[in-house]
């Protein structure tokens, strides 16, 4: 399967743990994009790379929120001491980069804080 | 602030019948408009619009966008019941440094066809 992948599918944490989601791309788009999503909302922006560079951060991205893409290729989200409110589907897509720039979602990642 | 609007946020129609899905927007920097159909996990591409007027076409699906009046319209022809689905607007705007783009979506338009 060449499209996007997202691991875990699903997590659940006690609050306070501390949480990583691993996201590979399909192979040649270099742009990758990490939302947050939650029950009746559309997917939120969290943040967004070009390449291994990071271009863009919401604002809802609080200081226990990191991601990284070190190579360009996979990219990964943490999240620090864990609240309940970060209980969501997070969702990661890329995206060639040219042309028509059409997003391709991964499965997603559940997480459940508890 | 920038906002992607849709409407009507629930609809249910039964099998055979014609849908008109909404997506207004207020962006700073349009780029582009994407239409996604989201069933029980990840959003599916379906379109992507950038020019005003012209329309896109698959199957009984189509949408077009008015770039003037700020709008999109995502249209289902002879509804089946695997059509029920959320289906999602997003906007893409562009940020204003090189490559940087952000992506706004509406809350979705939730369908259920009924056989």
């Known amino acids: 399967d060449t499209g996007v992948s997202q691991d875990p599918r699903h997590k659940i944490t006690k609050r306070g743990q501390n949480v990583t989601f691993r996201c590979d791309p399909i192979?040649?788009?270099?742009?990758l994009y990490w939302y947050r999503q939650t029950l009746g909302q559309g997917p939120e922006f969290l943040t967004y790379?070009?390449?291994?560079?990071?271009?863009?951060k919401s604002r809802l991205l609080s200081d226990r929120f990191s991601a990284e893409r070190p190579k360009g290729s996979f990219s990964t989200l943490e999240i620090q001491r864990t609240e309940q409110g970060d209980s969501a589907m997070y969702l990661c897509?890329?995206?060639?980069?040219?042309?028509?720039?059409?997003?391709?979602f991964g499965p997603g990642t559940r997480l459940t804080v508890l | 602030e920038d906002k992607v609007v849709q409407s009507p946020l629930s609809l249910v129609v039964h099998e055979g019948d014609t849908v008109t899905l909404n997506c207004s927007y207020e962006v700073t920097n349009f780029r582009s408009l994407l239409w996604y159909k989201q069933e029980k996990k990840a959003p599916t591409f379906l379109f992507m619009l950038?020019?005003?007027?012209i329309e896109k076409k698959s199957g009984r699906l189509s949408s077009i966008l008015d770039k003037k009046e700020l709008f999109s319209i995502l249209n289902i022809t002879a509804t089946q019941t695997g059509d029920s689905a959320i289906y999602l607007c997003?906007?893409?705007?562009?940020?204003?440094?090189?490559?940087?783009?952000?992506?706004?979506f509406g809350t979705g338009t939730r369908l259920k066809v009924l056989a």
């Open positions: 997003a906007v893409e705007e562009s940020r204003g440094g090189p490559g940087t783009y952000k992506y706004i």
């Open positions: 897509a890329s995206s060639l980069g040219r042309g028509e720039n059409e997003q391709f």
């Open positions: 192979s040649e788009h270099n742009r």
């Open positions: 790379f070009q390449n291994e560079a990071q271009l863009e």
């Open positions: 950038t020019s005003s007027g």
